[in-house]
C-alpha cells in the first residue's frame, strides 16, 4: 500500500504557537478593552477581570484565570479520556495561557467597539482555525462540552458548547451591558466564519448537475472545451416517466460560465443546478 504524506510532528506545534498566539493577540488587543465577552473560558476570564478590579490592582490576570479554570478539566479528561487525547489540549491551553502571560494589554481600536468586534474576530478566527489544524485545541468549553457529552450522549458536543457559550455572553451582558453583548455577538460570527474558512479551505470550486435529453454530446463538448471529466448517473423522470441520465460535473468558478454556454447552446432545455463546493481534492484541482 502506497504511504500518503504527513507533514512532520513540528509543524502541528509550530501551528499551535501561532494560532494560540493570534488568539491571545485578538484577546488582549481588541476584546478585554472593549469589554467583549465572546464565550469560552477566555471570556469568563474577562468578566472575572471585570468583577475583581476592586480587590486586585487590574483585576485578576487572564492568564491565571484561564489555567484555574482549566485545570480541573484537564484532571477529569485524564480520568475519562486518557493522556494522548490530554496531551494535545495541554499544549494548546498552556500556549494560550503562556501568550496571554507574555503579550502586553493595549487597545488598537481605540475604543470603537465594532472595530473591536471585527479585528478581534479576525484574529480569534485565525489563530483557532491554526490550532484545529493541527489537531489540538486550546481546553476550555470544547473540552468541558466533551466530558459532559461522554456522560450525556444524546446531545453533541456543539449543542453543548452552543448552551456552555450562551451563558457566558449573558455573564457579560450583566458585567459589560447589552451594547458590548451586542458587539460580542458580530465578533463571535466572525471568530466562526474565520475559522471554518481555514479548515475548510478557500478554494471554491462549482459543481453542476445537467439533466438532458443529450448528454451523450453534451459529455463529449464538456470534456473537450473544459477538459473536465464528468459522472453519468442514471436517473428517471418521474413527471415524464422517461429514464435519463444526469451529468455531475465539478469545474472552477471561471469555467461555471463556459459551462452554462455550452449547455445552453446543446440544449435550450436542459435542466441544470449549480451548486458550491468549498474544497476539490484530486486530479485537476489540489494535491491532497
Given at each position: 500500500?502506497?504511504?500518503l504524506?504527513?507533514?512532520?510532528a ?5 501551528w ?11 484577546i488582549?488587543?481588541?476584546f ?15 468578566v472575572v ?21 482549566n485545570?480541573?478539566?484537564f484532571w ?32 488598537m ?21 491554526l ?17 459532559i457529552?461522554?456522560?450525556r ?8 458548547m ?7 455572553v449573558?455573564?457579560?451582558l ?8 451586542l458587539?460580542?455577538v ?8 474565520v475559522?471554518?474558512a481555514?479548515?475548510?479551505g ?29 459522472t453519468?448517473l442514471?436517473?428517471k423522470?418521474?413527471?415524464?416517466g422517461?429514464d ?5 460535473c ?5 469555467e461555471i460560465?463556459?459551462l ?7 440544449d ?16 485537476g484541482?489540489?494535491?491532497r
Amino acid at each position: 500500500m502506497k504511504c500518503l504524506h504527513q507533514k512532520p510532528a513540528y509543524v502541528d506545534v509550530l501551528w499551535t504557537v501561532a494560532g494560540t498566539g493570534c488568539m491571545a493577540f485578538g484577546i488582549q488587543w481588541f476584546f478585554d478593552p472593549a469589554g467583549l465577552v465572546t464565550g469560552g473560558f477566555t471570556g469568563i476570564a474577562i468578566v472575572v477581570r471585570q468583577m475583581t478590579l476592586g480587590v486586585f490592582p487590574g483585576g485578576l490576570p487572564l492568564w491565571l484565570t484561564n489555567i484555574a479554570l482549566n485545570i480541573p478539566l484537564f484532571w477529569a479528561a485524564y480520568f475519562v479520556f486518557g493522556k494522548r487525547f490530554v496531551g494535545r489540549t495541554i499544549l494548546g491551553a498552556s500556549l494560550l495561557s503562556a501568550w496571554l502571560f507574555v503579550i502586553p494589554a493595549g487597545d488598537m481600536a481605540q475604543g470603537d467597539p465594532l472595530l473591536a468586534a471585527v479585528f478581534g474576530g479576525l484574529a480569534c478566527g485565525v489563530g483557532i482555525g491554526l490550532v484545529l489544524l493541527a489537531k489540538s485545541t486550546t481546553g476550555g468549553t470544547d473540552l468541558a462540552s466533551v466530558l459532559i457529552q461522554a456522560k450525556r450522549k444524546h446531545y453533541s458536543v456543539m449543542q453543548i458548547m452552543q448552551v456552555i457559550d450562551g451563558l457566558v455572553v449573558i455573564c457579560g451582558l450583566y458585567a459589560f451591558g447589552l451594547h458590548s453583548g451586542l458587539y460580542a455577538v458580530i465578533a463571535i460570527f466572525i471568530t466562526a466564519k474565520v475559522s471554518d474558512a481555514l479548515m475548510e479551505g478557500m478554494h471554491y470550486s462549482k459543481a453542476a448537475f445537467i439533466i438532458t435529453d443529450q448528454y451523450g454530446q453534451m459529455a463529449q463538448m464538456l470534456m473537450e472545451k473544459l477538459n473536465r471529466g464528468l459522472t453519468a448517473l442514471y436517473a428517471k423522470g418521474m413527471y415524464s416517466g422517461s429514464d435519463k441520465q444526469a451529468l455531475y460535473c465539478v469545474v472552477s468558478k471561471k469555467e461555471i460560465v463556459e459551462l452554462k454556454e455550452i449547455v445552453a447552446q446543446l440544449d435550450e432545455n436542459a435542466f441544470v443546478i449549480v451548486s458550491d463546493v468549498r474544497e476539490v481534492l484530486g486530479e485537476g484541482f489540489r494535491k491532497r
